[in-house]
């Protein structure tokens, strides 16, 4: 595994709790990203950061937070509000200079709730 | 609406035969497009991108800005290209991606 490093690999929560995903880098990419991969639906777009301490909400941000104090880590939180958080979940990243569009993706995290 | 249409969520193909996995956007602007895949347990890819003009394993996709479609072609399926393939397109820093194929080669 190099590149992009996801914990947990599985996770497990009961309803009202929020968990945090952790996402870390050593590809020295400026831009990361939440995706949430779910059957039939593809991939969607939870956040994105382009640099550190900034960050925009995707097409599903509603019941998550992220935070993006490092280059290397972007985790997400998905909170209690998130009405269907069971999932897998993606990381990726990508090249800051322009023209770099190809995204790295890291090995996934996959949630549960109970 | 920016948009990534893949019409099939399931391909079923025998060893030897051509396949064709069609990928359709919708996108204002110069979007640059893309094919990833994902095997069974390994992660998503990077299979091609239109401005490259590559073959990768044996894959080829042109990009048709008439009928804004990017299918992805292989003359000659093999066992190990079963994966789920997604395309998407990329404008300033965001991506689209669609709703993905799997593609089953059967023996």
């Known amino acids: 595994d190099g590149g992009i490093t996801q914990s947990p690999k599985y996770l497990f929560r009961k309803e009202g709790q929020n968990v945090t995903l952790s996402c870390e880098q050593n590809l020295n990419h400026d831009a990361m990203y939440w995706y949430r991969q779910d059957p039939g639906q593809g991939l969607r777009l939870i956040y994105y950061?382009?640099?550190?301490?900034?960050?925009q909400k995707g097409d599903i941000a509603e019941g998550y937070s992220v935070s993006r104090e490092k280059k290397e880590s972007f985790p997400l939180t998905v909170t209690s509000a998130q009405k269907n958080p069971t999932a897998f979940y993606l990381c990726?990243?990508?090249?800051?200079?322009?023209?770099?569009?190809?995204?790295?993706f890291g090995a996934g995290s996959r949630l549960t709730v109970l | 609406a920016q948009r990534v249409t893949q019409p099939e969520k399931l391909l079923s193909v025998f060893k030897g035969a051509p396949v064709e996995l069609k990928c359709n956007y919708s996108?204002?602007?110069?979007?640059?497009l893309f094919w990833y895949v994902q095997y069974s347990r390994q992660r998503l890819q990077l299979l091609l991108r239109?401005?490259s003009r590559e073959s990768i394993k044996g894959f080829t996709a042109d990009l048709n800005k008439g009928e804004t479609s990017f299918h992805l072609k292989k003359p000659f399926a093999q066992e190990e290209d079963s994966a789920m393939y997604y395309c998407?397109?990329?404008?300033?820093?965001?991506?689209?991606f669609g709703t993905g194929t799997r593609l089953k080669v059967l023996a």
């Open positions: 950061s382009q640099i550190v301490n900034d960050f």
């Open positions: 996108y204002s602007g110069s979007p640059e």
């Open positions: 239109h401005i």
């Open positions: 998407a397109v990329v404008g300033t820093y965001k991506y689209i």
């Open positions: 990726a990243t990508r090249e800051g200079r322009p023209g770099a569009n190809v995204l790295t």
